[in-house]
């Protein structure tokens, strides 16, 4: 495992570039969703979404936040994130699970997983770049249905920490 790799992503965590990751870092990714779906945080999806940010936040600092002073530094994430990577990648996604069902559902207008193209607008509300969002997707669309389901994005999510560029 390559932590130099894992440290890199810590940048797409900290949406607000601080250098630490904390709760607004999880609520700013919510807001950006809701912006990009045109959806109102009052509604049920919208507070399901602020709740998996909640929820995801909270695992995050439960796994890496070693000193307990409400942020992740880069160096809080590296350590935190390599322990549980070690220990099952799929476990470190299943932190994010309620964040990515809610994100799906959001996104998803008809069911059975979200179209190949929200979760591509997805991906870049959250600060990707087009080509790389658009690539990623079509990686997690494993059937090639045209449709991501909330396994294959939690599949995806592991990947992400345990794959090179």
Known sequence: MDER?????????????NGYIDR????????????????TARCDKGQDLFAGAEAFWQ???GIADVDGD???TRGEFVTGAVKR????????????????RAA??????????VAVA?????????GVEGEVA??????????GDGRVSEDEVVRGFALYFTVPE
């Open 5 to 17: 790799r894992i440290a890199a992503r810590f940048a797409g965590f900290d949406q607000d570039g």
């Open 85 to 100: 990577l070690r220990d099952s990648p799929e476990r470190f996604a299943e932190i994010a699970r309620p964040f990515l």
């Open 24 to 39: 607004e870092d999880f609520y700013s990714a919510a807001k950006a969703l809701l912006a990009e779906f045109d959806v």
């Open 134 to 143: 658009a690539q990623a997707v079509a990686s997690l669309d494993g059937d």
């Open 59 to 61: 695992g995050m600092a």
């Open 104 to 113: 799906i559902a959001v996104a998803d207008s008809g069911g059975g997983g």
């Open 70 to 72: 409400q942020r992740v």
């Open 118 to 126: 929200s979760a591509e607008r997805v991906l870049r509300a959250l």
